[in-house]
């Protein structure tokens, strides 16, 4: 089960205003919108419910647009002749409003293992960080993280921060950790905010200055990150997305920091795609 599938996340999207439908172990959120009737999301899930039943759920809450992002463990033909049963009963989202790729970096070698695994460039870009003094220390002060993030992030903070305020209360304190990196002069320069579910750490949010990317700050986080979700018992490293060629007109903003992430020795995961 994906993290968005988990019953923590269930409990954060209905303080969020959503309805919570189930379908066996499959979680359907709805919401209505005054302007456009109700939204579905169906979204990582390993399998697909029954169509009579999801046809069932479209009528009962009126449901104008689904939005169906299944998990990787479903093949692209399985979820198109699904998508075939139900089409003339709802309008089926082609967005993606979650990631389409993703890249997991093995944590069940050793950790030197795994420092070997890095590229030649971010294994020196780590040793570079500790050489300049940046420290990384645990954090619960979500509210400083997302100060942080927000500054970082530019006049578009608050969208990249939006909701997580409200999901930390869920997931904190055995399911989240705040990975803060300080410079020398004991000033915040980087952060990362990692969840957990089913054994994966998620890379859910990260920020950084200018000055702490110049130290290296990001890429030593990264490392304190795998070593960190290595110790809570996590199995697999996720970076929550990265570039997908599949798509190659959309996200291409995502391009660098996806070759920040290839960096440290994970293996690529595709999601199924919906197409127009």
């Known amino acids: 089960m994906e993290i968005q599938q988990s019953p923590l996340f269930v409990q954060y999207i209905k303080k969020l205003g959503w309805t919570i439908e189930k379908i066996g172990n499959y979680t359907i959120f709805i919401k209505s919108f005054f302007f456009m009737g109700a939204i579905g999301k169906l ?68 950790e030197e293992n795994i420092f070997h695994n890095f590229r030649e460039a971010k294994r020196r870009a780590v040793r570079r960080a500790k050489s300049l003094g940046v420290t990384i220390r645990e954090s619960t002060d979500i509210q400083k993280f997302l100060t942080f993030k927000g500054i970082t ?58 000055e702490g990317k110049k130290l290296f700050a990001p890429t030593l986080l990264v490392w304190e990150s795998l070593t960190t979700a290595k110790k809570k018992g996590c199995t697999s490293f996720d970076f ?6 599949r798509l190659p007109k959309e996200n291409l903003n995502w391009k660098g920091f996806t070759k920040f992430k290839e960096g440290f020795g994970g293996k690529e995961l595709y999601y199924p795609l919906l197409l127009n």
């Not at 009963?89 to 997991?104: E, F, P």
């Open 43 to 110: 979204q990582r899930t390993t399998a697909l419910p029954s169509s009579t039943k999801i046809i069932a759920l479209i009528k009962k809450h009126h449901i104008k647009l689904l939005v169906i992002e299944p998990d990787s463990k479903i093949s692209s033909k399985t979820f198109s002749l699904w998508i075939d049963h139900i089409k003339s009963y709802v309008r089926i989202s082609t967005a993606h409003y979650l990631s389409t790729k993703t890249i997991r970096v093995d944590l069940t070698p050793s």
């Open 240 to 245: 929550i997305g990265v570039w997908d060629e």
């Open 153 to 210: 992030a530019g006049f578009l903070g608050n969208l990249t921060t939006y909701g997580v305020k409200e999901l930390w209360p869920y997931f904190s304190p055995n399911n989240a950790t705040i990975l803060l990196a300080y410079n020398t002069d004991q000033n915040v320069v980087g952060g990362v905010l990692l969840l957990y579910w089913d054994n994966i750490a998620y890379y859910w949010l990260a920020g950084a200055t200018k």
